[in-house]
């Protein structure tokens, strides 16, 4: 598996909770080897394979538990 870090950013999260809600989406796609939230700089890392797992199933899923977010240059 190619690995692949990829960042979003979102200002949506406001409390531990979404965070988790986010985190625990993203881990349960396939391809997906690890997702953190950086809750105080509102940007969510993913480790990836993106033939698995593209930028925009990752979008999709944050959209799906209810928050937006976008790829980010750093």
Same mark, same amino acid.
């Given at each position: 598996m190619a690995t692949r870090t990829t960042t979003l950013r979102s200002e949506e999260f406001s409390c531990p909770s979404c965070v988790s809600k986010i985190e625990t989406k993203l881990k349960g796609l396939d391809g997906v080897d690890n997702a953190e939230v950086k809750f105080s700089s509102g940007r969510i890392i993913v480790d990836h394979d993106p033939a698995v !797992?593209? $930028?925009?199933?990752?979008?999709? *899923?944050?959209? !799906? $538990?209810?928050?937006? *977010?976008?790829?980010? *240059?750093?």
């Open positions: !797992a593209s $930028v925009r199933q990752l979008v999709d *899923a944050v959209a !799906a $538990v209810g928050y937006t *977010a976008k790829p980010s *240059a750093y």
